[in-house]
T-cell receptor, first 115, second 114 residues
């Protein structure tokens, strides 16, 4: 099955700096890569996703890049703010065939924004 | 606004008990999922369903079963609870079709098996 590795497990950055979280996946058939943010005591929520026919996607301060050849994808957060502090999860799955497979998640990155 | 609701926020059960975790979604989603979340391990897929009465094993199905009798409801069953099933359980749902779409999560059930 799919295996997703995520690094680092903890990332501390100064407010206003950029943060980068990296993930690799093992199954070359995976074609959907979402990122979820989980604040303390809350449910995970989607912040951005990318499909394998796209190399990069941006949404305001958040961007995701995908390198299919190397089988890795990254989350970039610019101009970090205190409300960006949370645990971030990358995931991968294979879509198609009429039914969605479940997501395989990385182990998470605890992002800490230092004031 | 999609709502995924899990029946209990906290649950304490004894070893060997049969445990039912219930999840209901109100957006007519075809796909429903059960994950468990443990510190340092992320979210791991237990079972999922893409239609009524259909179920598929995820990565860690051992010791669990599921039931989907109605489209909006997906139940996770621990046949005989054990202490290593103490965890946070998260239900999720998403629209069906040929493309994966956003999964919406419930608030979680923190299960403690004593």
């Amino acid at each position: 099955g799919e295996n997703v590795e995520q690094h680092p497990s903890t990332l501390s950055v100064q407010e206003g700096d950029s943060a980068v979280i990296k993930c690799t996946y093992s199954d070359s058939a995976s074609n959907y890569f979402p990122w979820y943010k989980q604040e303390l005591g809350k449910r995970p929520q989607l912040i951005i996703d990318i499909r394998s026919n796209v190399g990069e996607k941006k949404d305001q301060r958040i961007a995701v890049t995908l390198n299919k050849t190397a089988k890795h994808f990254s989350l970039h957060i610019t101009e970090t703010q205190p409300e960006d502090s949370a645990v971030y999860f990358c995931a991968a799955s294979i879509s198609g065939g009429g039914g969605a497979d479940g997501l395989t998640f990385g182990k998470g990155t605890h992002l800490i924004i230092q004031p | 606004d999609v709502k995924v609701t899990q029946s209990s926020r906290y649950l304490v059960k004894r070893t060997g008990e049969k445990v039912f975790l219930e999840c209901v979604q109100d957006m007519d989603h075809e796909n429903m999922f059960w994950y468990r979340q443990d510190p340092g391990l992320g979210l791991r897929l237990i079972y999922f369903s893409y239609d009524v009465k259909m179920k598929e094993k995820g990565d860690i199905p051992e010791g669990y079963s599921v039931s989907r009798e109605k489209k909006e409801r997906f139940s996770l069953i621990l046949e005989s609870a054990s202490t290593n099933q103490t965890s946070m359980y998260l239900c999720a749902s998403s629209k069906g079709g040929s493309m994966n779409t956003e999964a919406f999560f419930g608030q979680g059930t923190r299960l403690t098996v004593v």
